[in-house]
């Protein structure tokens, strides 16, 4: 009987040792597989929610990159708006216009270049005065379209005469004269001795009259041939003129 109960209790120990066994073994599948599963479930999870992040990141970065790309095709053409208002340099040739408006407009400031007056611009009338006696005043008009300076003296020549007479220093005006389309200036000339003291007296009956240029050295231009009185005028070695003048009363007063 003894021998028996110590069978059964080592057939139960045994058996009771396999079972602790086989649960301890199933404990440890389960817990394992657990432990596999979760890992396996949650970088799945991980996966599927971090792999489409790069994409999407890619895909915005592709759009940022065609965005800057556009944007910067867009900066071009806003460049090429901006070259356009480069064409307001077009501007620039309007003021480049206005700078040949402003030059015609100096056309108008020709009087600094204003033209000699001379034979072909103006018209010269000879008149013997009363008053002082043997004189004969000069008036030369402006006929042209443009202003014309008188400059120095008229070089006038009596007849067949080889030399001009000379000038009356003190009669030089301030300026000089400047005539106007249709203005005139004025000289005189004393032709004789007033008491009759000159010498070498003759009638003449033509005249000519030549214009000084601006270095008032020769005659410029062509001359003028202003008519006489039909019975001539009488001119002695005395005879001399004045300096143009700008107005009748200055010419006379020598």
């Keep these: 009987m003894s021998s028996i109960r110590n069978l059964r209790t080592r057939f139960l120990t045994v058996a009771a040792t396999g079972t602790l066994a086989a649960l301890s073994l199933t404990a440890c599948d389960d817990g394992s597989g657990v432990r596999a599963e979760t890992p396996s479930a949650h970088t799945s999870a991980l996966t ?44 620039g040739t309007n003021v480049s216009a206005a700078g040949t408006s402003a030059s015609g407009g100096g056309r108008s ?6 033209v000699t007056c001379e034979g072909s611009r103006t018209r010269t009338v000879a008149a013997l005065l009363t008053r002082p006696v043997n004189h004969m005043l000069l008036t030369v008009t402006n006929t042209g379209g443009s202003t014309c300076f008188l400059y120095g003296y008229p070089s006038v020549r009596f007849g067949s005469a080889q030399s001009v007479p000379p000038v009356i220093e003190d009669s030089k005006p301030q300026a000089v004269v400047t005539l106007k389309p249709g203005e005139s200036g004025y ?33 410029t231009g062509t001359g003028a041939h202003p ?6 005028v009488y001119v002695d070695d005395s ?16």
């Design 109 to 114: 400031g020709a009087v600094s270049g204003t």
């Design 187 to 219: 000289a005189s000339v004393n032709l004789s001795a007033a008491d009759g003291s000159g010498a070498h007296g003759n009638t003449e009956k033509s005249l000519t009259v030549y214009f000084q240029g601006r270095s008032g050295t020769g005659s």
């Design 48 to 91: 599927s929610s971090v792999t489409p992040a790069p994409s999407g990141d890619s895909s915005s970065r592709d759009d940022a990159k065609s965005g800057a790309s556009g944007s910067a095709q867009g900066t071009q053409g806003s460049s090429g708006t901006r070259g356009s208002s480069g064409t307001s340099g077009a501007s």
């Design 239 to 254: 005879v001399k003129v004045t300096y143009w003048q700008q107005s009748m009363d200055d010419a006379i007063n020598w």
């Design 227 to 232: 008519a006489l009185p039909a019975k001539g």
